[in-house]
T-cell receptor
Framework: LAKTTQPISMDSYEGQEVNITCSHN???????ITWYQQFPSQGPRFIIQ???TKVTNEVASLFIPADRKSSTLSLPRVSLSDTAVYYC????????????FGDGTTLTVKP | KAGVTQTPRYLIKTRGQQVTLSCSPI?????VSWYQQTPGQGLQFLFE???????NKGNFPGRFSGRQFSNSRSEMNVSTLELGDSALYLC?????????????FGQGTRLTVV
């Protein structure tokens, strides 16, 4: 199983862009990178998923360098409601048992 | 469309008892995965079911078991409860197996063992 390392916590201010980096040095060739967001007392919510280069959707962008040993989740113009825990998962598609949630990054957005 | 429904939301049990938790996935989803979340261990994978078959099982003792029915609803059972089983139990449903392609989580069942 690929092990992931993220910062434990990050602070930001409303309106700023936030970048959260995840290290996954032992990523396998068929592994994908997926990010989830979790609010207190709720289940995680899917944000974005990618394999290489850059992926963008309506809420975030995911940057993956060529060696794929790390990835960066980018949240543009955060608001107070983006305060949550963000998890990076690495694993092959179609196999939940091989995708491990790390410790997550607690993002606190301040006014 | 309706989201993932987990019942009950809260549960208090005594050590040694057994408990059954239920998860109704989004209509049309055939995959259900279960997770245990605790402050100390984080989110840990329990098992994954797809079309009534257990595809994967996490590193949990045999006291933890589960099943999936033909309508994709899933249940997990914990027997001989221990204090350390107190946790938030989450299930996730997705169209295909795995949680890497937009899985949807329920709000969880908060189990307290006293």
């Amino acid at each position: 199983l690929a092990k992931t390392t993220q910062p434990i916590s990050m602070d930001s201010y409303e309106g700023q862009e936030v970048n959260i980096t995840c290290s996954h040095n032992n990523i396998a060739t068929n592994d994908y990178i997926t990010w989830y967001q979790q609010f207190p007392s709720q289940g995680p919510r899917f944000i974005i998923q990618g394999y290489k280069t850059k992926v963008t959707n309506e809420v975030a962008s995911l940057f993956i360098p060529a060696d794929r040993k790390s990835s960066t989740l980018s949240l543009p113009r955060v608001s107070l409601s983006d305060t949550a825990v963000y998890y990076c998962l690495v694993g092959p598609r179609g196999n939940a048992g091989k995708s491990t949630f790390g410790d997550g990054t607690t993002l606190t957005v301040k006014p | 469309k309706a989201g993932v429904t987990q019942t009950p939301r809260y549960l208090i049990k005594t050590r040694g008892q057994q408990v059954t938790l239920s998860c109704s996935p989004i209509s049309g989803h055939r995959s259900v995965s279960w997770y245990q979340q605790t402050p100390g261990q984080g989110l840990q994978f329990l098992f994954e079911y797809f079309s009534e078959t257990q595809r994967n099982k996490g590193n949990f003792p045999g006291r933890f078991s589960g099943r999936q029915f033909s309508n994709s609803r899933s249940e997990m059972n914990v027997s001989t409860l221990e204090l350390g089983d107190s946790a938030l139990y989450l299930c996730a449903s997705s169209l295909s197996a795995g949680i890497d392609t937009e899985a949807f989580f329920g709000q969880g069942t908060r189990l307290t063992v006293v």
